[in-house]
């Protein structure tokens, strides 16, 4: 417990207190075994994603650094400092638009906590029971101080995963280290400070690559604060919730109660979800619409005379542009997203990928879709990430569906099946069906392996046919 008697804990102090308490063994077993389903689709989802021009940037930066061996770069067979392995990591776990989604805080939570967590965990020798309980503490401290500012953290331009991923992967490293409380608390303070990351990417489709390094900064800067608390810095009890803390310096309208309420009666974990397309979440509900529009009224792309997606006003802001010209724009475009949906191969990750949003008859539905404010929409946003998708068809008859949450999210999340099949296909191009098998059962035994660093070989054995990407 915490130094001083009887004074009365801040929101960081408890949040920091419940971060260091936590164990495998005293957390329910379906919040362990979504730990382990968002550990599978984050090892498949960066190995994937390791495979893109902006991920080599990071990995050939962090490459130089290989002469300090302590945690591994996913499948590429170099081992660097832990700090540089989560920031390779982390930028191509969020490399593709393809990294697990958390609606309330607007952020990709195991794209900068879970890199973090594995690489100190290895450099540390650490046995996977550790790695999973600092996994779900770090998801529960990222998201509780997402919400505790959204949605004005992003309407000010900045971008949510980079600016509450450090408090989650620090929260995830004091865990899995076994920090005292007050050592919890100057990590979480410190990581505080780290926030950063601005959505002025959204803004310039040839400046867009910047996005990827704001998780795996995130996660390195998770790592950083944990040591220097570690080695004895402190930082402000109330960071995230005082005076010129977290919450009231990246929102107007701050809900610091949030960070705190109804601690450990539930879990973020079980309110994340994976995702199925490769491009924003934002999008998502209005893509499942046209599918479901699609399977009831049995129409194709060349019957579509119109189309107006009813959305928030983050979609009117930065989802508009109906011909992308990088693969970053395609991943951020409501109306190439609908396109690509009406076509019916919204689920093959290739349609976002160099060059595809370049074929004509895309562009040409994509040129047909508007997008406009949608008050039911709107008034579920940031809780929800909704779309209502309005069709007139080329016959005179107009269609429509209102979603409020994507497939994936809540009592429609995809289950462990679902996971494994969206694994096997993005690894299925670099890696053979019997390395496949031995990484996802190792990924799914996360639980049961003395050292972490069992799994991160893994990664290196199921990927050692194919030339590393970094020249170091």
């Known amino acids: 417990m915490y130094e001083g008697g ?3 804990l801040t929101q960081t102090q408890l949040l920091a207190l419940w971060s260091a308490n936590q164990t495998a063994v005293g957390l329910p077993r379906d919040v362990l075994d979504l730990a382990k389903d968002c550990l599978l689709d984050h090892v498949a989802v960066t190995l994937h994603g390791m495979r893109q ?4 940037f990071v990995v ?10 302590e945690a591994s770069v996913y499948g590429q067979g170099i081992r660097v400092p832990a700090r540089a392995a989560a920031l390779a990591n982390g930028s191509a776990a969020h490399a593709f638009e393809l990294d697990d989604w958390h609606g309330g805080s607007l952020s990709h939570l ?5 890199p973090a967590v594995l690489a100190v965990a290895e450099r540390h020798h650490l046995p996977g029971s550790r790695a999973l309980a600092a996994i779900v503490v770090g998801f529960e401290v990222m998201a509780r101080c997402g919400m505790s500012v959204v949605p004005s953290v992003i309407v000010h331009g900045f971008h949510p995963t980079g600016t509450h991923g450090p408090m989650g992967a620090a929260a ?3 865990n899995l280290l076994r920090f005292t409380p007050a050592q919890a608390t100057s990590a979480i303070a410190i990581a505080a400070s780290c926030a950063g990351g ?5 803004q310039d489709p040839n400046g867009m690559m910047v996005k990827r390094f704001h998780a795996g900064r995130a996660a390195e800067a998770g790592v950083v604060a944990a040591n220097l608390a570690l080695r004895g810095m402190t930082g402000p009890k109330s960071a995230l919730e005082g005076k010129f803390g977290y919450s009231k310096v990246f929102s107007t309208a701050p809900r610091p109660e949030l960070l705190t309420r109804w601690l450990g009666d539930d879990f973020e974990i079980r309110h994340n979800y994976v995702k199925l397309y490769a491009c924003c979440g934002a999008m998502h509900a209005a893509i499942d619409a046209v599918h479901e529009l699609l399977e009831a009224y049995r129409f194709g792309p060349d019957d579509v005379a119109q189309v107006v997606i009813g959305g928030n006003q983050s979609h009117l802001v930065r989802h508009c542009d109906p011909a992308p010209q990088t693969v970053m724009a395609a991943q951020y475009s409501m109306p190439y997203a609908v396109a690509v949906a009406l076509t019916g191969r919204a689920l093959d990750p290739r349609m976002f990928d160099q060059g595809a949003w370049e074929e004509p008859a895309l562009l040409r539905l994509a040129g047909l879709v508007r997008v406009e404010l949608h008050p039911d929409v709107e008034k579920a946003y940031p809780d929800t990430l909704g779309g209502h998708v309005r069709i007139t068809l080329k016959d005179g008859r107009v269609i429509e569906k209102l979603r409020l949450a994507a497939r994936g999210a809540g009592s429609d999340r995809i289950d462990r099946s679902g996971i494994l099949a969206k694994a096997n296909a993005l690894c299925a191009p670099f890696m053979d069906a ?3 098998r031995r990484l996802f059962d190792c990924a799914l035994s996360l ?3 003395d050292d972490v660093a069992q799994l991160t070989r893994c990664m290196d054995s199921a990927t050692a046919s194919q030339a590393p990407l970094a020249v170091a």
């Not at 021009?53 to 080599?56: F, G, L, R």
């Open 53 to 56: 021009p902006w991920s080599t």
């Open 110 to 114: 195991g794209a900068c906590v879970i």
């Open 60 to 69: 050939d930066q962090v490459a130089e650094e290989a002469g300090v061996a």
């Open 172 to 174: 995830a490293v004091a």
């Open 198 to 202: 601005l959505m002025e990417f959204s």
């Open 434 to 436: 019997a390395g496949m």
């Open 447 to 449: 639980d049961r392996l």
């Open 6 to 8: 009887d004074e009365k």
